[in-house]
């Protein structure tokens, strides 16, 4: 595999593609392109593979997650026969985008730590900024692992002399400030963009416009704050990611509904709306209709409220199936070995925990069945489902929906506390699965049935003021036929089927076991 030279010219200028990509992304596609077929005359595949990235990373900020996908894969390849260092981060740093963009969060961190991790120590300081951006992003901020990136990004800056650097760093560091409340601290940062764009020449991006409205709107400088989105309207206004015009149309409906100035806010809504649905951005969709919903109830149109809500409703369903369809393992970041031995345990326990119950999430369980499988005694497993969730959800609302995953999670760890063997995880969704490892079957049919009657008995009011909450189980044993982690999850599954048919409050296990009433 032909790698390029030391100091390759072509290699230099598709890593000033990529250096360029959080001002001008959208524009890069034609050089890109005539890089990697230069690239491709001369032999040097990897080369042509980085250039190609650059062409992922444009077709995943316009949503065309099939595209980046394929030309990822092809670049992966690359990298792993060449073993070049850089282009394998490179693929890192795109999965993770990628991933980002469908909504799976956990995917986002893993790829987002090992494009560190596989980032040689000759690689140029500002192509290691980037990363420790595309981290941040993803990142737990309440960490102080945010907070390093954040301060080696500028420490990067500084050295680099690397004004948009800066200016990256100091929006993503405001965004956060503003999101936990901080707002007073916000503001001064956002005194620093302005100082930095003003004294440089810059021209803030949308990315940045939209940052600092909603800190001039936080802080209760409506005026101020319409002033500074309408800029994002501009022609001439860079615009990086796909998502970054419904997002800033969707600040601006917040911004003119607090002026007063409903019919121009539901313009805008309109049109993040219109954006959102040609590019196939389910998240952007739901904060789209939830904002819908918020404001027709607010204006006592209940029947508009309503089907903004299960518009709502069915975004978020979509989203949530697509962060649910990916489990990942957060894997260490080498920041530096100080940070790295501080945060090891910290990025393992994000990489295999559900964040809205505390639980093992579908990877963590799926390491240990296999783990288990691998010891002498039986191994059961079970598949917990919640009776009529959707109900929940739509007579009660999404938040009563969530209050009750919380809730069975509590009730599900109890239910473990103190028993050995037994193991609980969240699959996804309204699913979740409990392991016994060296209980026999009967004793896994008396143990599943208590926990049916622990969720039957519990006070739910709080929740759901007054509808029940149940669940189904199915569960399959390795005294069956059944010695992998795909086969107990399938017969469970079937088996969970036969107990909602059944008329769901019940257990269903292996044939010739008596199952619950």
């Known amino acids: 595999m032909t790698r390029p030279p030391v100091g390759s010219a072509l290699l230099d200028q598709v890593r000033a593609l990529e250096r360029s990509r959080g001002y001008d992304l959208l524009e890069q596609v034609p050089q890109a392109t005539d890089l990697e077929q230069r690239a491709l005359a001369v032999g040097d595949q990897v080369t042509a593979a980085r250039a190609t990235l650059v062409r992922a ?3 995943c900020s316009a949503g065309a997650l099939d595209e980046a996908s394929t030309i990822v894969t092809a670049a992966l390849r690359v990298a792993e026969e060449s073993g070049d260092g850089e282009l394998l981060a490179r693929t890192h740093y795109l999965r993770s985008l990628m991933h980002l963009q469908a909504g799976d969060l956990s995917e986002a961190r893993w790829h987002g730590v090992r494009s560190l991790e596989e980032l040689p120590p000759t690689a140029p300081a500002w192509l290691r900024a980037e990363h420790l951006l595309g981290l941040s992003v993803v990142l737990d901020r309440s960490t102080d692992s945010y907070e390093n990136v954040i301060a080696e990004v500028l420490a990067i800056a500084a050295t680099e002399d690397d004004h948009w650097l800066e200016l990256f760093a100091l929006n993503n560091a405001a965004w956060d400030l503003v999101d936990r409340g901080f707002v007073d601290e916000a503001v001064r940062l956002v005194g620093r963009m302005r100082r930095v764009s003003t004294q440089n020449g810059l021209r803030l991006r949308s990315a940045d416009l939209d940052t600092i409205a909603t800190i001039e709107m936080r802080a209760g400088r409506l005026e101020d704050a319409w002033d500074t989105i309408s800029h994002a309207f501009l022609p001439g206004t860079p615009d990086v990611g796909a998502d970054h015009e419904p997002i800033v149309r969707l600040t601006a409906f917040r911004i003119l509904i607090g002026l007063g100035r409903a019919q121009e806010a539901l313009e805008q809504l309109h049109l993040a ?3 959102g649905t040609e590019r196939h951005l389910p998240g952007v969709l739901a904060e789209v209709e939830e904002a819908d919903a918020t404001y027709r109830a607010a204006q006592g149109d209940w029947e508009g409220a309503y089907r903004a809500h299960v518009r709502f409703h069915d975004e978020h369903v979509r989203l949530q199936g697509r962060q649910d369809a990916a489990r990942a393992m957060l894997a260490q970041a080498q920041f530096d070995a100080v940070t790295a031995r501080r945060d090891r345990d910290r990025f393992r326990t994000l990489a295999f925990t559900d964040s809205l119950t505390g639980l093992p999430n579908r990877r963590a369980v799926e390491d240990h069945v296999r783990e288990v499988l691998e010891g002498p005694g039986p191994v059961a497993v079970a598949i917990v489902d919640l009776d009529h969730f959707k109900r929940i959800n739509d007579e009660r609302s999404h938040d009563a929906g969530d209050a009750v995953l919380r809730d069975l999670g509590h009730l599900l760890t109890e239910y473990v506390v103190g028993s050995p063997g037994k193991f609980v995880a969240r699959l996804g969704g309204e699913e979740f699965v409990v392991v016994w490892d060296g209980w026999s079957a009967g004793s ?3 143990s599943a049935e208590t926990l049916r009657g622990l969720v039957s008995a ?22 069956e036929p059944c010695t992998t982690w795909s086969e107990l999850m399938a017969q469970a599954d079937e088996r969970l089927y036969d107990a909602k048919r059944g008329g769901r409050d019940r257990v269903v296990g292996p044939a010739g076991l008596l199952q619950g009433a």
Do not use: K
């Open 444 to 446: 896994v049919l008396t």
């Open 458 to 479: 519990h006070d739910w009011y709080g929740c759901t003021t007054g509808l029940p909450v149940t669940v189904s189980i199915g569960f399959a044993s390795t005294e």
């Open 57 to 59: 990373d444009v077709a």
């Open 273 to 275: 709306r219109t954006v």
